[in-house]
């Protein structure tokens, strides 16, 4: 594929080149080792540009109405001319190649809106590679000057932990009415959460959200507090009505405000990038085991023994430790 | 030190003999490389007869009543004439060697007792160590004959998660009045629970734990339901007065019944082994790549630039691994 030279990245992120930001990003995607080396390059020089943004998680489980609270969220921000990326974390992207947008008809008005930028963002392939450079892509993103980074997971798989680890908001999406819908939503989420939104709050469903909003809020309070001191607000909020989303923002700016004064903010960055060192380092070291020639097929053969409790987990790992070390 | 040849071992655990068990344990948690292939002979040989107890993992921070309860609920066990171990993981015997039950007041009675058996379990050295050798610890403990295992847990680190990775029914306790209390526990422990107990229900505190369960279990119907459908209660309990102690080992009773009918418990637990061989894989992985000589240095000074802003992680990782492949 057609690289440019590095300065063209660089000065292209740098002036808020959109074509060169995409391309940059497609860059930093990218499993070739020759573009690993530019894309660091590239990362490297646009660094002191970067954690400039505010950074928001979101999760909730399909049908929660996630495109459409974003959508909302997102002209809500672009309307007072703040410059949004949406970064949408596609578990199924590794095989159809961007599937989740590739539905049109998701976040039409705001992928049209100059101040927003969207872009998936693949899962990447290994275990625990979920979000794999979705971190340095929200990096590209920050020093092309966009203020707010939205970024989106589907809250079933284990990308919202990833992405819990890279934001200083993590917000919940939920529908009345607990239970069926909760089917599959990762437990020890909720007690992530900054805070909880209660969706498609409107029309006959209005009573139902609000008593939501008030069981959830009473849980929250018996969850143990956060670290950062923040006790966790329930709201309901409806993209229909455009009611709630204004709330939200200034809920989040808020908590930014709160968490950057008491220091808590940057503690978390530092302690986020500390993680994700340690993340990269096991990532690799795994990748590097796993792809070993050979390797699957002796992998499901010890996988089938130590599930069947034949062989012991110690045993299986020491068989195939001893072939690598 | 002194070793017994394989077969002494074996015999001597099939047969339940204590001090064998209680040698095979130290054989176990032995970092010598001898002993790690002689521990795994012992292990391999007795594999057979493991996986017949009730596998119980207790946590619940310090303060909470963890000795005064499991001294209870033990001796309700052996009093009906079932044979009990007790599992400490003690997150501060890698530095004490074995401060958990170095305390003498700890669990006096069921110390005593013929038919239970207790143990601390160290935490073990590396991240991600933690209950390093506890599960193998419960087999050696199974194979011996004890028919329920309790792993307890102080609720603080990361060692709640492991531990839950490791038994069929895991006890959350709480005390009454959530807040202070509820400090430095992690977050997301709770929705691991298969059942809360709020401890101290009597006298002046009965009130206040009645009114905490009943806020619990509204609390628990609003959380993702678990894999295996059942719906995690919420009892109050009096070590002291010795009340609700069998109330909750009836719940635990019919956990074991409901989910071994319905095949979770099986599944649950091959999915465990899985987990635990990747563990073991990714443990062994990371041991050797941070034991690498002048390694300590090296990250230490890595981590300060990265943990700044000054050094990407992502190349802070590949600055490490480079001199390693």
Chains 1, 2 share one sequence.
């Not at 030279?5 to 020759?34: C, F, M, N």
């Not at 680890?165 to 909760?182: I, N, Q, R, S, T």
Request: glycine share 10%; hydrophobic share 40%; charged share 20%.
């Amino acid at each position: 594929m057609h690289r440019l030279p590095p300065d063209h990245y660089i000065a292209g992120i740098q002036a808020g080149d959109r074509l060169v930001l995409s391309r940059a990003i497609t860059l930093v995607e990218s499993q070739l080792e020759s573009d690993q080396a530019l894309a660091l390059q590239v990362l490297e020089a646009v660094l002191p540009q970067t954690g400039n943004a505010i950074r928001i998680g979101i999760t909730g489980v399909p049908g929660v109405g996630k495109s459409t609270f974003i959508e909302a969220f997102g002209k809500h921000l672009t309307s007072s001319g703040k410059k949004l990326a949406v970064l949408a974390i596609d578990p199924s992207s590794q095989r159809s190649h961007g599937s989740i947008l590739g539905d049109k008809t998701r976040m039409e008005t705001l992928s049209m809106d100059p101040l927003a930028y969207i872009r998936p963002s693949p899962s990447g392939g290994s275990a625990g590679g979920v979000g794999n450079k979705t971190r340095e892509t929200m990096l590209l993103c920050e020093a092309a000057g966009f203020e707010v980074i939205l970024i989106e997971t589907v809250g079933v798989g284990q990308s919202e932990t990833v992405v819990h680890g890279m934001v200083d908001f993590f917000l919940l999406l939920m529908l009345a009415g607990a239970g069926d819908e909760l089917q599959g939503m990762k437990r020890g989420i909720m007690e992530l959460a900054d805070a909880i939104a209660i969706t498609k709050a409107d029309g006959d469903n209005a009573a139902a959200a609000e008593r939501a909003r008030v069981e959830y809020q009473n849980a929250l309070h018996l969850f143990p507090p956060a670290p950062s001191q923040w006790i966790p607000p329930v709201l309901t909020c409806s993209a229909l009505q455009n009611q709630g989303i204004e709330a939200l923002w200034r809920l989040i700016l808020e908590h930014q405000t709160r968490l950057t004064q008491n220091g808590f903010r940057d503690r978390n960055r530092q302690q986020q990038n500390l993680d994700w060192l340690h993340r990269t380092i096991r990532q690799q070291l795994e990748t590097r085991f796993y792809r070993q020639p050979g390797m699957p097929e002796r992998l499901a053969q010890i996988e089938s023994q130590v599930q069947k409790g034949e062989l012991l987990p110690l045993q299986g790992a020491q068989l195939l430790l001893t072939s690598w070390l």
